[in-house]
């Protein structure tokens, strides 16, 4: 059973570059989620994809933007990176919007400098 | 006042003790609530999930919830040093037509002392 993919696993940008995070779900799950992790916090919740929409958006600004494709996979997109984009991205995974568990991914470790 | 709280910690307990970590919330609309380990560099795991007030039990593992108190606990029995992790509470909500996001605690950091 495939569990949650990314990549790239690392990746070390410059202020103001653009970047793409690429996410495989779980095989069977169809919603993907989106978290931003800085160290020694918990994980904050950027946006929420299903049936390739954007169904809930936590507080991050517009630089960040995303995509669902017909194969559930998701790509998060960062433009005009800053230092404080630097942090531990990670895709969770789940079934529809009922609320159940959501399963994470190995995390993109990005480095703005 | 943060939507999830826990102790940051470190919680320190000697091997074979039992581990209780807390966790508050303060949305009294939250309908789902998860701990999740997650060892220094890698992704968070999750280890338990809890709908109903009451206990449940999976292993080692005992997760209880009270809504009326706003409060979501993990037990761990027997702890090993292969515990020592963070250990992250979260919350999330449903809303008709939306999706459910989660919203995290800081993390409680246990260690496990041989």
């Known amino acids: 059973d495939a569990g949650v993919t990314q990549s790239p696993t690392h990746l070390i940008k410059t202020r103001g570059q653009q970047v793409t995070l690429r996410c495989s779900p779980k095989?069977?799950?169809?919603?993907v989620s989106w978290y931003q992790q800085a160290l020694g916090q918990g994980p904050q919740f950027i946006f929420q994809?299903?049936?390739?929409?954007?169904?809930q958006r936590g507080n991050f600004p517009d630089r960040f933007s995303g995509h669902q494709f017909p194969n559930y996979s998701s790509e998060l997109n960062v433009n005009a990176l800053l230092l404080g984009d630097s942090a531990l991205y990670l895709c969770a995974s789940s079934l529809g919007l009922a609320g159940g568990p959501q399963f994470f991914g190995p995390g993109t470790r990005l480095t703005v400098l | 006042q943060k939507e999830v709280e826990q102790n940051s910690g470190p919680l320190s307990v000697p091997e074979g003790a039992i581990a209780s970590l807390n966790c508050t919330y303060s949305d009294r609309g939250s309908q789902s609530f998860f701990w999740y380990r997650q060892y220094s560099g890698k992704s968070p795991e999750l280890i338990m999930s809890i709908y109903s007030n009451g206990d449940k039990e999976d292993g080692r593992f005992t997760a209880q919830l009270n809504k009326a108190s706003q409060y979501v606990s993990l037990l761990i029995r027997d702890s090993q040093p292969s515990d020592s992790a963070t250990y992250l509470c979260a919350v999330g909500a449903v809303g008709t037509g939306t999706a459910s996001k989660l919203t995290f605690g800081t993390g409680t950091r246990l260690q496990v002392t041989l």
């Open positions: 095989s069977g799950h169809d919603t």
């Open positions: 994809y299903y049936e390739e929409e954007e169904r």
